[in-house]
């Protein structure tokens, strides 16, 4: 005991003169202090231009035999250091933060310019596919005269006859006929350069762009676009063929789906009013494409026939038929919803569709005219018409 008490009083003097001024008025150098220090002579290394400091006073910290330079002023020094290395760091940091901001703000403006590019790039396209529409629009109006010609007539046999001695040329298109013993006008399609001219087109199938899955009633009024695929409807029909001191013949031109053309041509044609169905009546057949209206067996025969739709049954299926082995109670339904004259259903259906499609559904849906046929096997038929003229009748 005594001799450590006076290894204390011999000691005491060197011990007092070498502790740092910090831990003599109380303060701590504690380990996160340390850490400062360590991390601040690493980040030196980085910043050349930061203030170097003599390694031994990390010994001067650590022990007092390499403490040259007082432990308060290293500490102030690191202190000193470690705010410029901050200080440098903060500014590094905000500067990237702006460039950064200042590439994203020009990345965005470019992709906002290119945008704006492409919009009105667009814009241009679009105005100028509307120009293209309005002129094909144009010249199919200037074809096909969809604006009605002012020149009235009963029908277009009677319009013809009274531009003949007027006009060089009369034009095929659009015109209003006004039939005898009609309250209204209307509009047909009359085709002036086919065979003489003067036929007015009751129906038309050429692209299957109009659906001819109707009722009745639209079958009654007629639909579809009278310069392109059409039924004229059976009412304005019948006014037109019952006119006083007339005959009507009719003529169907078919064309195959490999360009061959054929027709069939009825010298008289006419319909009853609608309280008999518009039962149809045929004279004479002539023609390339056989009479399919009257096929080939007596039961198939149309002549006569009153007209059915998809919900007005007249097809002589009663309660049911058997065709082609299968048993159809609406001719209307398994022709695709179609309406005409069937009978049984019959050998003829021009309201088909003209897109090359043997069957859909179970429905037999192609344009038929059965007696046409090739190699004992019938045409696919891409396109029809029908079409009705005045025959010059002696009294
Ligand atoms: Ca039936």
């Not at 940091?93 to 950064?100: D, H, K, N």
């Not at 100028?128 to 604006?147: A, D, F, G, I, P």
């Not at 390339?288 to 209206?293: E, I, M, R």
Request: with cysteine; proline share 4%.
């Amino acid at each position: 005991m005594m001799w450590t008490t006076t290894l204390l009083l011999l000691l005491l003097p060197q011990l007092l003169s070498s502790t740092p001024k910090h831990l003599a008025e109380g303060h701590l150098v504690d380990t996160e202090k340390s850490t400062h220090y360590k991390q601040s002579e690493e980040v030196s290394e980085d910043f050349p231009e930061a203030p170097v400091k003599e390694p031994t006073a990390a010994g001067g910290v650590r022990g007092r035999d390499t403490c040259s330079i007082p432990c308060d002023i290293t500490v102030k020094l690191l202190r000193d250091e470690k705010h410029s290395v901050c200080g440098q760091l903060q500014q590094s940091l905000l500067a990237f933060g702006r460039s950064t901001r200042k590439l994203i703000r020009d990345v965005m403006e470019e992709q906002q310019r290119a945008l704006d590019i492409l919009g009105s790039q667009v814009t241009e396209l679009m105005t100028k596919v509307q120009t293209l529409s309005s002129e094909v629009q144009r010249s199919n109006t200037e074809m096909y005269s969809v604006k009605p010609v002012q020149s009235h007539g009963r029908d277009c046999s009677d319009i013809k006859d009274t531009l003949m001695s007027v006009v060089p040329k009369i034009p095929s298109g659009i015109y209003i006929v006004h039939p005898e013993n009609m309250d209204t006008s209307f509009e047909v399609f009359c085709e002036m350069d086919y065979m003489g001219g003067g036929w007015t087109v009751m129906q038309r199938r050429n692209d299957g762009l109009t659906d001819f899955k109707r009722s009745w009633s639209d079958y009654v009024d007629g639909f579809g676009n009278l310069a392109g695929e059409h039924w004229l409807g059976l009412k304005k029909v019948f006014h037109i063929v019952n006119q006083k001191d007339t005959r009507f013949q009719l003529h169907i031109a078919l064309t195959s789906h490999n360009d061959i053309t054929a027709y069939a041509s009825y010298d008289d044609f006419h319909l009853d009013s609608e309280t008999d169905f518009f039962s149809i009546h045929l004279g004479r057949y002539a023609g390339s494409a056989g009479d399919a209206f009257r096929g080939y067996e007596q039961e198939q025969n149309q002549d006569t026939a009153p007209f059915s739709a998809s919900d007005v049954d007249n097809d002589g299926c009663n309660p049911f038929c058997t065709i082609e082995n299968r048993t159809v109670e609406s001719c209307s339904s398994q022709y695709n919803h179609t309406g005409w004259w069937f009978n049984q259903c019959g050998l003829a259906n021009l309201n088909g569709s003209p897109d090359n499609v043997e069957q859909s559904h179970g429905h037999w849906t192609n344009i038929l005219w059965d007696t046409w046929r090739q190699n004992g096997v019938p045409h696919t038929i891409k396109s029809v018409t029908m079409k009705i003229r005045r025959i010059v009748t002696n009294n």
